[in-house]
């Protein structure tokens, strides 16, 4: 079975700009989350999409969003970037959501200048 | 408000000791416990759980302890091996808004594990 996978794996943009992040979840896994890794402030969840409904957000501002498509793959959007936006954003997939085990992409490494 | 603390940043251990990994937790709430393992440059990989009806679950060399009074958990590896440096993230799962469940995440140990 493929893992999740996530495009692009490195990203640089200037402050102000707008990224999409893309994750493909594992085959018949139809709930997706994401999270922001800093190394000061560990994993943060940002918000899970279950069966295309967003179903769990954490405390980002609005500038961060995301939805889901038919097929379960998952983009998230960041607008109007800014130098704190700066992390790893992890992808991760299962079956049921936040309540057991959850399987990872390698993440997407944002770099905002 | 960190609700899932993981007090230690670091820990270092030698090859054939135990490493213990400790997780603390602030809400009554939390049913299910996880623990994940992270390698540089990738995603975390889930390790092991428990359930908060359980006092513990073993597989193979990785041992969680779940002590609900003094709500904590801990994550035991016997024998360490080098291969087990890595990352350790304690994630807390819980109810929340309905029939939505949460996951609350620690800050994350880096255990080394020397040769």
């Known amino acids: 079975k493929a893992g999740v996978t996530q495009t692009p794996r490195y990203l640089i943009k200037t402050r102000g700009q707008q990224v999409t992040l893309s994750c493909s979840p594992i085959?018949?896994?139809?709930?997706v989350s994401w999270y922001q890794q800093t190394p000061g402030q560990g994993l943060q969840f940002l918000f899970e999409y279950f069966s295309e409904t967003q179903r769990n957000k954490g405390n980002f501002p609005g500038r961060f969003s995301g939805r889901q498509f038919s097929n379960s793959r998952s983009e998230m959007n960041v607008s109007t970037l800014e130098l704190g936006d700066s992390a790893l954003y992890l992808c991760?997939?299962?079956?049921?959501?936040?309540?057991?085990?959850?399987?990872f992409g390698p993440g997407t490494r944002l770099t905002v200048t | 408000d960190q609700q899932v603390k993981q007090n230690s940043p670091s820990l270092s251990v030698q090859e054939g000791r135990i490493s213990i990994l400790n997780c603390d937790y602030t809400?009554?709430?939390?049913?299910?416990f996880l623990w994940y393992k992270k390698y540089p440059a990738e995603g975390p990989t889930f390790l092991i759980s428990i359930s908060s009806i359980k006092d513990k679950n073993e597989d193979g060399r990785f041992t969680v302890f779940l002590n609900k009074s003094a709500k904590h958990l801990s994550l035991h590896i016997v024998p360490s091996q080098p291969g087990d440096s890595a990352v350790y993230f304690c994630a807390a799962s819980l109810l929340h808004a309905g029939n939505n469940r949460k996951l609350i995440w620690g800050l994350g140990t880096s255990l080394g594990v020397n040769p």
């Open positions: 991760a997939s299962s079956t049921w959501g936040q309540v057991g085990e959850q399987y």
């Open positions: 085959s018949g896994h139809r709930s």
């Open positions: 809400n009554s709430m939390f049913d299910y």
